[in-house]
């Protein structure tokens, strides 16, 4: 049975995975340690907010927007 993170994850490799095939580029913004960032080797663009906080939430869109 999978749960919850490993959702995640293939979720997000497959997102990962279909920009990479229509030639886009993907920002993966991580809510979490940075050690987790290696559990998905598809990300090569990988933003680490250490926190799920709505402030580091709205940061993190500030700078990407």
Not at 18 to 38: C, I
Not at 53 to 64: D, I, K, V
């Amino acid at each position: 049975q999978r749960n919850y993170v490993s959702l995640n994850y293939t979720h997000v490799a497959r997102a990962v995975a279909d920009a990479r095939q229509a030639q886009r580029s993907a920002v993966v913004l991580m809510f979490g340690p940075p050690r987790l960032a290696e559990q998905i080797p598809e990300a090569t663009n990988v933003v680490c907010c250490w926190s799920g906080s709505a402030a580091m939430q709205a940061a993190a869109a500030r700078r990407l927007g």
